[in-house]
């Protein structure tokens, strides 16, 4: 039996690029798990994060948790806030779990200076990839509650609805870790993410 089936653990893997708030994601789910009850450990690995480059973020949540890896293939839940980066990512996902895809795209440094290409149809390679995913227009979303930075909350919103956490302890962990004049924005972002389903 594994540590994962041992001690309940989730594990969950959030991946874009520098500047989209994938550590204030990855705070926020750890929080919230915190705030339930959960031994909690992240990990995350902030790579080009001042240039666009991509970063990732691990969390593990569960009645005992002893290493902040995710091992590839034992992802339950992709968090991606770039539509590429999903791909990039998708060996973490395990057998049955979901990848949740915000539709954006950004183009990195290496395409824009002609180092790269970015796939044209990145749309297909997900059909291909993924058993098991959702694509939505999160940009969209977080501009609508005020902010392109939202595209994160908007996320972990959407996220929100297939983990086991009351909605005060959400509350309470966007409370925490946003300052007062940004709250109403972030809570609006965190609903509408929530609305996706």
Known sequence: MTETESYGITNIVIAGVGGQGIILASTLLSEAALLEGHDVKANEVHG??????????????????????????????????????????????????????NAQRIIPATVSSGFAEYPPDPESLIRKTFPQYKVADCLKLALEAGSARCVNIVMTGWLSNALPFSPDTWTRALESQMKSKYLEMNLKAFHLGKALG
Do not use: N, W
């Not at 973020?57 to 091992?71: A, T």
């Open 48 to 101: 080009m994060a001042q240039r666009g480059g991509s970063v990732i973020c691990q969390i593990r949540y569960g009645e005992k948790v002893y290493s902040p890896l995710v091992k590839k293939g034992t992802a339950h839940f992709l968090l991606s806030l770039e539509i590429i980066e999903s791909l990039r990512y998708a060996d973490y996902l395990a057998p049955g779990g979901v990848a949740y895809i």
